[in-house]
Nanobody
């Protein structure tokens, strides 16, 4: 399984970005998927996740602003981020398989990360 993120960049507060994660390997419909983020010196934290039963997870800090979605035909996971705040600045990682929303060590596969900077 390989995960390749794109869509990060620099944006002013209040702006929007859409992250994409192209997934190679048989994971859609088989594994949980999600997005995490990490600030230097801090632990990696869940931003949003998709459980196999269709449940979506969001951290309290992004609820109402971020939306996770998937397009299985394109093997792609998305994270639409609106009304970005300075506190959203971090490296964002695509995650697959394992259990989303618990300790990050439970995630089996990670992308390389994409930087999001909000000023």
């Amino acid at each position: 399984v390989q995960l390749v993120e794109s869509g990060g960049g620099s944006v002013q507060a209040g702006g929007s970005l859409k992250l994409s994660c192209v997934v190679s390997g048989y994971v859609f419909g088989v594994c949980e998927l999600g997005w995490y983020r990490q600030v230097s010196g801090k632990e990696r934290e869940l931003v949003s996740g998709l459980r196999l039963d269709g449940t979506t997870l969001y951290s309290d800090s992004v609820k109402g602003r971020f939306t996770i979605s998937q397009e299985e035909a394109k093997n792609t996971l998305y994270l639409q981020m609106n009304n970005l705040q300075i506190a959203d600045t971090a490296v964002y990682y695509c995650a697959a398989c394992g259990r989303m929303g618990v300790d990050p060590v439970s995630v089996n596969y990670w992308g390389q990360g994409t930087q999001v900077t909000v000023s």
